[in-house]
């Protein structure tokens, strides 16, 4: 396939956001706003990025505009880095491809009472028994089996039903997103081969850009948000980065099948197949709702046994008990995700199905859905960036709500291809290259290292610092990398 | 004959033949081919009929590589040698591999998924190709 850029028009709105006005293309909806920097947008207009913005405002009952985070890059459908929100009321519809194969996607930050300098000693036995433990690559099935009967309870109820088991502590419930437990799931909405995927998978990393990290904050922005997060300069963290397996992609896969000739039946026209949605209050898409909702709750329990088994890595490495190593779960987000939620529009609040599709939940202080520790600062919003430089802890602002239906930014987002990144590290070896930078990075290939190299991807700091100006999240902690794990 | 191509996130497989038959068989070896960087490690010692129902050729393709992940993923199994039927109705495929075996197999990406993004299947004067990008 070719790789066109786009010529179309990007109005200034202001420094941080570009416009696609509705006029573009007939059949948008609402305009598409791109919340870049100037500097970005050479960048941007690369690639067809910006036309999926502009298809995405096609979908009906679509709200204010198709967005797009300063991370936007291209992906099939909607862009990665999207946002969009539509209303039942108003013939709304759901999208699969505006959430993604990777239902509930998403990254959780761990916190501990160690100092680099305490850990600096052990680091490589740490990454070593964390790459030795934690399941990670192509393949590799991980140490907890779930029976049909306990996946449907996972798939209900999220990591809340671990708890009896001693792998979900109240806290942990408390500091992830929605308690890691969207309501409307109905696991019998999940078929049998969505199941058989994801029953060995539960714990597992997976590959391609999902990650295990040891990392350590290197500057405070606001001390207060800090302070009540637990976090202070030279403090070792865990990051861990992944979604819902094989489960959820096969949930994305069964729908997008299901949804073939659904979009002509109601009437819906589309610029591209991959945005096939139907009305949210129509069988098919009651029927994707129930899945993706169980899908997102399957992969809070991934992640969740995800850190259970890093906890226990690192009691073991230190010898003492996670609990006494203090390392609680500072927040876990999910980025790719539809929720239902009320937002402003229009001067009445209304219920809308917020779509993000590489794209993080912001909201504000006081806002009922934040844990009750964070109400004064915000909830958590965290960034990983490339795993040489540098990854993010912000929180949500009043600005998100004004202006991107409470979402910032997920990540840095790619600038090379995985075929570009290989080319450029032929002859290099990614690791020890890290290594010389502080970072001990263990992968099952060299091709996993290499397509992830640190200049595959934008600069982190440069798309926070959009977020940060457009008053979406605001700038708490910076963390660097001296661990890494990949599939 | 398959390739593979560069997508920001992702990667594509374009695949060119002769014969439908051989274009379906080269997209299922290039898919495979992301998963398995030793292609010829892979032994054909297991068999697996693969039935494929539809009448437009490009989701007939689109089910088929599905298929073939869903083996992976689900069984393991690593299917590199194919013989394809087409009919009115679908295909049928006699697929031959193996279960993978960490020892010998070369695992490379975890492909999430077949999009349809971008998936075209054409006839062109003298031969057919097709297109389809991946979810990595």
Not at chain 1, 267 to 273: A, F, K, N, S, T
Not at chain 2, 65 to 82: G, K, P, R, S, W
């Amino acid at each position: 396939m070719s790789k066109p850029g786009f010529h179309g028009p990007l109005e200034r709105v202001n420094d941080c956001c570009w416009r696609i006005p509705k006029s573009y293309k007939k059949g948008m909806r609402v305009d598409g706003l791109i919340y870049a920097s100037e500097a970005m947008l050479d960048q941007i207009k690369g690639d067809q990025a910006p036309e999926q913005v502009a298809n995405v405002a096609f979908l009906p009952g679509i709200q204010h505009a198709s967005l797009a985070m300063p991370d936007i890059h291209w992906g099939y459908g909607f862009c990665i880095g999207g946002v969009c929100a539509t209303d039942p009321e108003e013939g709304g519809v759901i999208s699969p491809g505006g959430v993604g194969y990777d239902i509930n996607c998403g990254v959780r930050l761990v916190r501990s009472n160690l100092d680099y300098q305490e850990v600096k000693p052990h680091l490589v036995e740490l990454v070593d028994r964390l790459f030795r433990n934690v399941p990670a690559g192509v393949g590799r099935g991980g140490k907890y089996k779930f029976n049909r009967r306990e996946l449907a309870q996972l798939m209900q109820l999220g990591p809340a039903c671990l708890q009896d088991r001693g792998l979900t502590t109240a806290g942990d419930l408390d500091h992830t997103e929605a308690g890691g437990c969207l309501a409307g799931a109905v696991p019998e909405a999940v078929s049998d081969r969505a199941m058989e995927r994801g029953s060995g998978q539960c714990g597992t990393l997976g590959s391609g850009n999902h990650f295990l990290e040891v990392q350590v904050v290197d500057a405070i922005f606001d001390d207060v948000a800090a302070a009540a997060m637990g976090l202070h300069k030279d403090m070792v963290c865990v990051m861990i980065h992944s979604g819902s397996r094989g489960l959820g992609y096969q949930v994305c896969d069964d729908a997008l099948k299901q949804l073939r000739g659904v979009p002509e039946k109601y009437g819906i026209e589309l610029p591209d197949r991959q945005l096939a949605c139907a009305p949210i209050e129509s069988p098919e898409g009651e029927q994707y709702l129930g899945a993706m909702c169980a899908a997102a709750n399957y992969a809070w329990c991934n992640r969740q046994l995800l850190m259970a088994q890093a906890r226990d890595v690192f009691a073991e490495v230190f010898g003492r008990s996670w609990q006494s190593l203090q390392m609680n779960l500072v927040y876990d987000v999910a980025h790719n995700i539809a929720k239902l939620e009320t937002h402003a529009l229009g001067g009445r609040r209304r219920r809308v199905w917020v779509h993000r599709k590489g794209a993080t939940r912001a909201f504000p202080p006081h806002h009922k859905e934040v844990p009750d520790v964070y109400q004064k600062i915000g909830q958590p919003v965290l960034i990983p960036g490339d795993m040489g430089r540098a990854s993010w802890v912000l929180v949500g602002q009043a600005g998100s709500m004004e202006q991107t239906f409470g979402t910032a930014c997920h990540g840095a987002g790619r600038k090379m291809s995985r075929t570009q990144a290989v080319r450029q590290a032929k002859g290099r070896r990614i690791d020890q290259e890290l290594a010389a930078r502080g970072v001990v990075a263990r992968a099952r290939g060299w091709r996993g290292l290499a397509e992830e190299q640190p200049d595959a991807y934008k600069d982190v700091n440069t798309v926070v610092d959009v977020v940060h100006h457009a008053n979406l999240a605001a700038k708490v902690a910076r963390m660097r990398p001296i661990g890494v794990i990949k599939g | 004959m398959y390739e593979v191509f560069a997508h920001t996130a992702d990667v594509g497989i374009r695949v060119r033949a002769g014969s439908l038959e051989d274009l379906f068989a080269d997209a299922a070896r290039g898919l495979v081919s992301l998963i398995v960087t030793n292609l010829e490690q892979v032994k054909p010692v297991q068999e697996k009929v693969i039935r494929i129902e539809g009448d437009d050729r490009e989701y007939l393709l689109f089910d088929w590589l599905n298929e073939l992940l869903y083996q992976f993923d689900a069984e393991q199994l690593l299917l590199t040698d194919f013989t394809i039927r087409f009919d009115r109705d679908g295909l049928t495929a006699t697929c031959r591999g193996e279960r993978m075996e960490f020892s010998r197999h070369d695992m490379d990406h975890e492909v999430k998924a077949i999009t349809y993004h971008g998936l075209t299947l054409e006839r062109k004067a003298d031969h057919w190709l097709a297109e389809v990008i991946v979810d990595i």
